[in-house]
Each structure stands twice: as C-alpha cells, then as structure tokens.
C-alpha cells in the first residue's frame, strides 16, 4: 500500500518561503504521479503542482508559476515543493497524494485522479 507523510508546514510571513516534503513509500510500479493539493476552508481542493516519475513531466497552477518549485529525490523516495515569495492567499492545508499512471492519460490538477492521500500539512502565511 502506497503511504505518503507530508512535512514542512507552518507559519510564515509574506514574502517568505517554505519547503514541504512528502516521503513516499509502497510504491510497486515506478511509474506514478505524485502531486501537491490545497485546501482553504471553504474552498474546493486545488491542484497546486505534480510530478511524473516516468517522463518527469511537471505541472504547475497557474497562481503558483514562477513562485513554487517541485523536486523529487527518489533516491530518498522523497518529493519536495519548494514555496518561494508565498502570499496570505497560499494559506491552506496542503496534501500530498500520488497514482498509478494510467494508458488513457490523466489530468494532474484533478484530484480524484489521485488514489493515495497524505494526511495533509497546515500552511499560514501572515501579511
């Protein structure tokens, strides 16, 4: 069974950064997709970012382009989303969440794409 354990989360100001990590296990294909999601109270869950071990394809959210950064070390089974010039709008509870990639392709923002589900990091940037 695939788990994921999401780290990095916390209080921060505008204009800082934070890096999340999701340490990834269980896997027994290496062919997935790991992404990243947030979730503000009250609003939908957001696909923030992703990352295709195959092909290395990425996708970011248009509202995190040029701020948040994916990196993945599958030496350490470990995916990262570097968050860099973060705004009061980026506070969330952010979700690490993976799948099995899948021959009729995929929507990396869409959540119910994803099988696997962390428990989830709170992320609070202050003005």
């Known amino acids: 069974e695939v788990q994921l354990v999401e780290s990095g989360g916390g209080l921060v100001q505008a204009g800082g950064s934070l890096r999340l990590s999701c340490a990834a296990s269980g896997f027994t294909r290496d062919d997935y997709v790991i992404g990243w999601f947030r979730q503000a109270p009250g609003k939908e869950r957001e696909g923030v970012s992703s990352?295709?071990?195959?092909?290395?394809?990425?996708y970011y959210a248009y509202s995190v382009r040029g701020r948040f950064t994916i990196i993945s070390d599958y030496a350490k089974n470990t995916v990262y989303l570097q968050m860099n010039s973060l705004k009061p709008e980026d506070s969330a509870v952010y979700y690490c969440?993976?799948?099995?990639?899948?021959?009729?392709?995929?929507?990396?923002?869409?959540?119910?794409?994803?099988?696997?589900w962390g428990q989830g990091t709170q992320v609070t940037v202050s003005s």
């Open positions: 990352i295709s071990s195959g092909d290395g394809s990425i």
């Open positions: 969440a993976a799948f099995y990639v899948r021959p009729s392709g995929y929507e990396p923002h869409n959540p119910y794409e994803y099988d696997y």
